[in-house]
């Protein structure tokens, strides 16, 4: 019996176990009467839907946190948002380190999948750095947010309170906030817009390129970034800047009208760069017009960057899915980019990505259509826009998560998860041990397109 579980429970199984404990586990948490404020309880499908929503550092949520949660439940939540950013390995391979336990090569290879890598050899350091890193990088936010608020609140508890919660939302794009409004309160505050979007982009652009800059600043002369290094990065600040302009291009003349045109220009970058999987928001999202909120959509299924905080199908994918549009265009085989060639696997494995995203979009418009088809609140927009938001586990909202029944709520919470574990590690976790063909079959073309 023990052999045949060990062979059901795969790295991939193994890492969906841990995702789904660590969620009901958090769920548990936030629904103990400790977790709430006087006056104030959770139904456990609340609950599970916000321990949820924080492990997969998402946004969406169907209780006002500052209002609902206590600061124990705060702290849990906060802890919550912790794993799931950083993500459960990182943490793991830190306990494991602190009680001196040996990383052994079963572990290792958790790790490896938990991080989206393809080797071995220094995942124990990589763990090790991200850690420090991403604790580094969200006490530095602390730092500066919390100093800067000393300006809004009156005690110096409350200021750093703030700033260490803001930090920590915005690094680990997961778009919870104490203030009850999210980034409004401080929407004509550029500074705090500047700092906020410096961490999203930080927690989105992926470890292994923060590890790259970091010892690139250390050894300049005999370093060499890799290719995913440069692909990523560059798609990343490419659709940042397109959905930056066409944002502004959209709701010029609309709801920018008698903005001053620094504020557009803020208000352009920031929504451009929260839609990527952060979730924070500066206004109402609601206010866009319709074409806008349609490429807000778009822009939360592309996500963020592969082993970083954010969802969606990542930069990489969309990089590669047009690489090879264009070189099939040009009449190439293969596919070349900076001076190096994509391997065959990954444009399957982009392929894959795509379709299952598309499929699974689509699928789950059309069941929450079903479902609140009773709702007259509920627009196919809301739909679309929420679908989008928990798939790509970015968190932004029209407003109506709450209106959702529980149905919509449930598969809102299947989507959250897939977007956080990532689909290939979610296809290989059901995917059956691969069997060796004996025999094949004669090679016959189809007709396509």
């Known amino acids: 019996m023990k052999n045949i579980f060990a062979e059901k429970m795969t790295p991939f199984r193994m890492i969906i176990g841990a995702y789904v404990f660590s969620m009901l586990l958090f769920s548990l948490l936030l629904w103990l009467p400790i977790s709430h404020q006087p006056g104030h309880e959770l139904t456990y499908i609340e609950a599970l839907f916000t321990s949820v929503s924080a492990v997969s550092v998402t946004g969406l949520t169907v209780i006002q946190v500052s209002d609902t949660l206590s600061a124990v439940g705060i702290a849990f939540l906060a802890l919550a948002m912790q794993v ?7 943490l793991g391979t830190f306990v494991w380190m602190v009680f001196g336990r040996k990383i052994n090569l079963s572990q290792r290879l958790l790790i490896m999948v938990d991080q989206n890598q393809y080797k071995f ?3 124990v350091k990589l763990m090790r750095n991200i850690l420090l890193l991403a604790l580094g990088i969200e006490a530095m936010g602390m730092l500066i947010l919390g100093t800067y608020f000393l300006r809004y609140f009156d005690s110096t508890w409350e200021a750093y309170y703030q700033g ?4 920590l939302s915005a690094f680990t794009n997961a778009g919870f906030d104490v203030t009850g409004q999210s980034l409004i309160p401080f929407a004509e505050d550029y500074y705090v817009l ?3 979007m410096t961490l999203i982009f930080a927690g989105a652009i992926g470890f292994p390129v923060l590890m790259e800059v970091r010892e690139y600043l250390t050894n300049r002369e005999r370093f060499n970034f890799s290719l995913f290094t440069k692909v990523t990065t560059t798609t990343y600040f490419l659709v940042f800047v397109l959905g930056a302009v066409s944002i502004w291009a959209l709701e010029f003349g609309f709801y920018y009208d008698g903005m001053a045109w620094h504020q557009q220009f803020f208000f352009s970058m920031f929504n451009s760069a929260t839609t990527r999987s952060a979730g924070l928001s500066v206004m109402d999202v609601s206010a866009f017009s319709l074409p806008t909120l349609l490429l807000m959509s778009g822009l939360m299924v592309i996500g963020a960057s592969p082993s970083s905080v954010g969802g969606g199908i990542r930069t990489t994918t969309l990089a590669v899915m047009f690489l090879t549009i264009r070189s099939f265009a040009l009449g190439r085989s293969d596919v070349k980019v900076f001076n190096r060639q994509i391997d065959p696997e990954d444009k399957q494995r982009t392929f894959i990505v795509i379709s299952f995203f598309i499929v699974g979009l689509l699928a789950a418009i059309t069941l929450i259509s079903a479902f609140e088809r009773g709702n007259a609140e509920v627009e196919l927009i809301d739909i679309i826009f929420e679908t989008s938001s928990a798939f790509g586990t970015c968190g932004l909202s029209t407003g109506l998560t709450d209106d959702f029944s529980t149905p919509s709520h449930v598969l809102l919470m299947c989507l959250m998860f897939i977007g956080r574990v990532g689909i290939l590690v979610f296809l290989f976790s059901v995917k059956k041990k691969e069997t060796k063909s004996h025999y094949r079959y004669p090679t ?6």
């Open 164 to 167: 260490g919660f803001a930090a």
């Open 444 to 449: 016959e073309r189809m007709i396509i397109g």
């Open 84 to 90: 799931g950013g950083i993500g459960i390995m990182s």
């Open 121 to 123: 050899s220094g995942m």
């Open 194 to 196: 500047f700092v906020v």
